[in-house]
């Protein structure tokens, strides 16, 4: 007999039952055999005013249920159908208890019928989709969805999606249904057993096959059969009055990229290693790059692009390269370069596997969703990237456990090396033309890059956006100490020590002098790393704890120190001693391993454990030498977390004052050609600090300006007679700007607004005014960074918003243009760095020992450099307006706001704004 399925929905008029909400509209859709055979809908008359929040959301007013029929009226008929059925819904704790609550009102007993819950079910099932809202969800997959929360056209969208679901269910392969049986029963109510019911209907001839390696099933594809797309003809330069050039498959190069081309065409021909184009934002630079660089080389020399976040290495890999493939009517071998925390880890997810069977009573039931689904994402993905899945599987806890169990493999036997895909990016890269990496990848893994991936002269290597390059090599070349990195470790490895020696007893026949000598001097060392760790800690808190209490309003301190502060400030001595006993004590584990690993760790399984600790005490003795070896070139910058009265971490770290000294030995490493891009390149040479910057003095440079049209599109408003951003501390700046954003909201054409904030502290602010005083409509509008969301589906819910208002810092969407239009931008302040900042500290006293101004020459070139890269993100460049309001004047009326006008285009102005205009005047 076929099971017949109620799919419900409801539209309330809230959700509770029984603080006297009620039903305002029934949906239902029957299905059997994978078919619709009956249906049901109605509106019902609640009794109750409909709340306006509810009419906005469903379209249904107290006016629309005026004459529709009462609950009791229609419940025989709807209590008839429902009879024999399985009660599916999306959300079905809801639907179900609401219906049923409804229905003993009515003089009904309970429902009493098996269930099926739909999100649940693409949660499993679907781990890739961007949301699991039903009409979100319904867009990206096809589902037709005529009027969203409407209780009718959501059920028939939901029934689509219980079939859908159903047929892919059918089509996996036994191993991996075998891999998700075990958990299936922790899904609500009945939804498990029947996707088991599902399976077992299958037609075995017309399920997918698996590859199964461990606990993992793997999609066994061909191989790729795309041919290259055919050459229309070799690339001409035409007229250059004309905007477009000759284009090959559609694609063409525009006026401005033709210009780049040729220019860097000259420069990879010419002597210069490095070389500068700037060009303004959207002009259109990477492609220009890399096809000069396609042409310019021979096929079998790699070309690396870096560029800032992860977010353009997509953009890279699913825009540009298509774009150049397409231009160019080949196929080019191309690769990313990520850093491995993005994949999977398969030999940390086998074990948690395991860990969950043996704790099977324990577990929770998110940890159980994010399990099902990423076993059914690894049969899927082709990439392993954990980017990939949706939002609600990413959760921190869970993979940080995954890497935590990973990093206690014994990677050398490994099941997993043939399907690693960490490591098949690198075996990707070896085989590619053009490899897209990050800038930050591209300076920790530097080594690898150069052993692998076999430079020469003729190789050239694109850093886009290449003012962040100092940042991101200050960073990543600095060595960092943790202090309660230090602790952990230290307590670990007493732990460590006085389990094995517990084990040992020093009663086996096999001990030997050398063993003993070598737990005492483990000891000994350990018992002086516990003096000297705290020696320096109480020195840092007495020092320090009372002045960062009192400045924990970024909860968090920051303290700079010179070579001759740091000697004076007493730290040499415990970080020397540390350096000492750490390496006694990393020699001593290390002999010791060697002595006992036969008898004892590897008996108990606890010889990668030892490795491992051996390895830290490498690694701390490594950072401790570099601490200690502080010139007057470099500096210490003292960080403290602050919570209430006390100090609960503190991290030491060292820099250089010139990121350059890092940069020099990479460029001159490097035996092929480095072309460095971006729109801020005009700023450092108007400051003449360019070779300053980079370390370069012989150099090829080339500029390409924007059109006497950029920026004209752009209307840009301020408030001269409000007292600027920068002149209210946080808690006024947030109201204001709250405040003015209600306004635009209620009384503009809203459309979509982007707020770029400079400091977290003023954004979280903001966030606070409107969710507590701002209208309760406005909130279901706001898109806030500070929410901790995943920073690319918080973009695309924004963009699917129109009328959405998106809160981020002026990072967010750093370098990429939004698909949908933005009809307002707001800048809250301009992006100078706190000056209290230990590396702003640092610098200010260097530039003073030279001779020069910290303001004029570092902090106003580098607040010009990241204005500039912003502004250049809201020009347009098509022809469509858009409305930029500033909130902070010095933007127009400071003593550098000249400086400033050169930064921005000529034909943008910023016209006078009264507050009282947001609510009285359109601003168009």
Request: aromatic letters at 12%; hydrophobic letters at 40%; charged letters at 20%.
């Amino acid at each position: 007999m076929s099971t017949r399925y109620a799919v419900v929905d409801l539209e309330t008029t809230g959700p509770k039952f029984n603080r006297g909400e009620r039903i305002i509209q029934i949906g239902a859709v029957f299905v059997e055999d994978d078919q619709i055979v009956d249906e049901f809908s109605t509106l019902v008359q609640p009794l109750i005013p409909i709340p306006v929040h509810i009419t906005q959301l469903t379209g249904i007013s107290s006016q629309d249920v005026r004459e529709a029929p009462l609950f009791e009226e229609i419940a025989p008929t709807l209590w008839e159908k429902l009879q024999g059925t399985v009660f599916v819904a999306h959300n079905i704790n809801f639907d179900y208890k609401f219906l049923s609550q409804s229905f003993q009102r009515a003089g009904y007993p309970p429902l009493d019928l098996p269930g099926i819950d739909t999100v649940e079910l693409i949660r499993v099932f679907y781990p890739r989709a961007h949301s699991y809202h039903l009409g979100s969800f319904c867009e990206e997959y096809g589902i037709e969805l005529e009027q969203a929360h409407t209780a009718y056209h959501d059920a028939r969208a939901t029934a689509d999606v219980l079939m859908m679901t159903k047929a892919k269910v059918q089509l996996l392969p036994s191993a991996l249904m075998k891999q998700l049986r075990p958990y299936l029963s922790f899904l609500l109510r009945e939804t498990g057993q029947f996707v088991n019911e599902w399976y077992n209907d299958r037609d075995d001839h017309h399920t997918l096959k698996g590859q199964t390696v461990g606990p993992f099933t793997f999609h066994q594809r061909g191989r790729d059969t795309k041919r290259p797309p055919k050459r229309t003809a070799d690339f001409q330069w035409e007229d250059e009055s004309r905007q477009i050039i000759r284009q090959n498959n559609d694609i063409c190069l525009r006026k401005d990229q033709v210009r780049m081309v040729k220019a860097l065409d000259l420069f990879i021909e010419q002597k210069q290693q490095v070389g500068f184009l700037s060009a303004y934002a959207g002009a259109g630079k990477s492609l220009a790059a890399l096809y000069a660089a396609w042409r310019q080389t021979p096929p079998s020399h790699p070309i690396v692009i870096a560029v800032p976040t992860n977010a353009l290495v997509d953009q890279m890999m699913n825009v540009t390269i298509p774009q150049l493939e397409a231009l160019t009517g080949e196929n080019i071998p191309h690769a990313r370069l990520i850093s491995a925390d993005h994949y999977i880890s398969l030999a940390g997810f086998q074990a948690l596997l395991t860990f969950q069977r043996h704790n099977w009573g324990h577990l929770a039931k998110n940890a159980v969703l994010v399990t099902l689904g990423t076993l059914v994402w690894l049969f899927e993905t082709e990439t392993g990237r954990l980017e990939e899945l949706n939002h609600g599987l990413q959760q921190v806890e869970y993979w940080r456990r995954v890497q935590t169990l990973a990093q206690k493999q014994d990677a050398t036997i490994s099941p997993f090396a043939e399907v690693d895909f960490a490591q098949k990016q690198w075996q990707e890269a070896a085989k590619a033309r053009i490899i897209v990496t990050n800038q930050a990848y591209l300076i920790k893994h530097w080594d690898d890059l150069q052993t692998q991936l076999h430079f020469d002269k003729e190789s050239v290597m694109v850093i886009d956006e290449c003012h962040q390059l100092q940042s991101v090599i200050k960073e990543q070349l600095t060595p960092n100490l943790s202090l309660s990195h230090v602790q952990s470790l230290l307590q670990q490895t007493d732990h460590a020590i006085q389990t094995v020696e517990e084990a040992l007893g020093f009663e086996q026949p096999n001990e030997t002098i050398t063993t003993s000598d070598d737990f005492y001097a483990a000891g000994f060392a350990l018992e002086h790393l516990f003096e000297s760790y705290h020696y320096l800690l109480d020195s840092l808190d007495d020092q320090y704890r009372e002045d960062a209490v009192k400045k924990r309003s970024n909860h968090a301190y920051e303290q700079f120190l010179s070579t001759s502060a740091f000697h004076a400030a007493g730290w040499f001595l415990p970080l020397s001693e540390l350096w000492v006993y750490g390496r006694n004590l990393k020699k001593a584990l290390q002999s010791l391993f060697m002595n006992v690993k036969e008898y004892q760790l590897a008996r108990t399984n606890r010889a990668l454990h030892w490795q491992r600790l051996v390895s830290q005490w490498q690694q701390l003795e490594d950072t401790l030498e570099q601490l200690l070896l502080v010139d007057e070139t470099s500096y210490l910058a003292l960080k403290a977390e602050v919570k209430g009265e006390n100090i609960a971490h503190y991290t030491l770290k060292k820099a250089v004052y010139q990121p350059k000294m890092l940069l020099e030995p990479l460029i001159q490493d490097f035996s092929g050609k480095w072309l460095m891009m971006s729109q801020a390149l005009p700023i450092y040479r108007a400051f003449s600090q360019l070779d300053e910057r980079f370390g370069v003095s012989d150099y090829w440079y080339q500029q390409i300006d924007p059109p006497k049209t950029y920026g004209a599109t752009t209307t840009g408003y301020y408030f001269p007679d409000e007292p600027s951003m920068d002149k209210r501390n946080v808690i006024h700046g947030g109201a204001w700007l709250g405040k003015s954003l209600e306004q635009i909201y209620e009384h503009q054409r809203p459309g979509r607004i982007q707020v770029f904030f400079q400091s977290r502290e003023l954004l979280q602010a903001t966030e606070h005014w409107l969710s507590e005083q701002g209208s309760p409509a406005l909130s279901f509008h706001i898109y806030s960074q500070h929410k901790g969301d995943y920073l690319p589906k918080l973009r695309q819910q924004f963009e699917q918003d129109s009328q959405g208002i998106l809160l981020g810092l002026m990072s967010f969407g750093e370098g990429i243009h939004f698909e949908a239009d933005v009809d307002r931008y707001v800048l809250t302040r301009l992006p100078f760095k706190a000056p209290d900042q230990a590396d702003e500290l640092a610098m200010n006293d260097w530039l003073t020992k030279h001779n020069r101004q910290y303001f004029r020459d570092y902090a106003l070139p580098n607040m010009l450099v990241d204005l500039s890269q912003w502004l250049g993100r809201i020009w347009r460049m098509d022809g469509r307006e858009n409305t930029l309001i500033v909130f902070d004047q010095r933007l127009l009326t400071s003593r550098y706001a000249n400086i400033i006008k050169k930064v921005l285009p000529a034909s943008f102005h910023c016209l006078p704004l009264q507050q009282t205009d947001l609510t009285e005047k359109k601003l168009d």
